[in-house]
């Protein structure tokens, strides 16, 4: 799977052209999903949050409006209702997953219970574009700093697991005045291993293991 780990998504044109680049073609030619799980665990999230990202209504957090050739909705905590093989093959057939930002820990969960998680590294063409909460979920760790709630049974900050770095996203943002530099270096202490501080404008692609940071802002690596 080819991830492009955002803070608040198509955000600007260098983060586009490096999606048009995962995707080897066109965004009009391409088929995308929409996951939007993570805003229901969030507690300053609401049903609207919800559905300004599948509608394509939120022009903060640019992901579903880009003009994609075809977009669906995939509710997580709906599949372990439905069977393995009829899901799976709808994600198969997607070019590209996009997940929205809230809870990363609350988004691990069900990635866990429905599945999803087993079946993302056999996924080797489908690119991942995750938005804030969507782009933590691939760490190690979320760190206690982000923790809202934590998942049923486990008590613990660990995401996925799926690249060694934990992400600080909505760095210096205007309106989360906690999400300052400062912040981001006693989180990254904490964390204990590689971690990334990254603003609105920043994006992280991860291809085969390689990491490149594309940016039109600020971001700050930890190497742990």
Known sequence: MKLLLTSAGIHNPSIREALV??????????????????????????????????????????????GWKSIGLLELTALPTSSR????????????????????LYLAYWMRQSGLADLLPALERTVWVGLSAGSMVMAPRVGDFFIEARPPLTGE??????????????????????????NA?????????????????????VVDGRV????????????G
């Not at 999903?33 to 300004?52: F, K, N, V």
């Not at 490149?212 to 190497?223: L, Q, T």
């Open 21 to 66: 680049g995962l995707l080897g073609k066109p965004i009009a030619d391409s088929h995308a999903l929409c996951i939007p799980t993570a805003g229901y665990g969030h507690p300053m999230m609401s049903p609207l949050h919800s559905w300004r990202f599948v509608s394509g209504q939120e022009a903060r957090c640019p992901m579903t409006e880009l």
């Open 157 to 182: 900050d660990r995401a996925l697991g799926l690249v060694d770095f934990s992400i600080f996203p909505h760095l210096a943002h205007p309106d989360l005045p906690d999400n300052s530099m400062a």
């Open 85 to 104: 093989e009829r899901w799976t093959s709808w994600v198969r057939e997607a070019d590209v997953l996009l997940v929205n930002g809230g809870d990363a």
């Open 212 to 223: 490149r940071v594309v940016s039109e802002g600020a971001w700050k690596y930890f190497p």
């Open 185 to 205: 270096e006693r989180w990254a202490a904490d964390i204990g291993g590689p971690a990334y501080a990254i603003d609105d404008e920043t994006a992280i692609e």
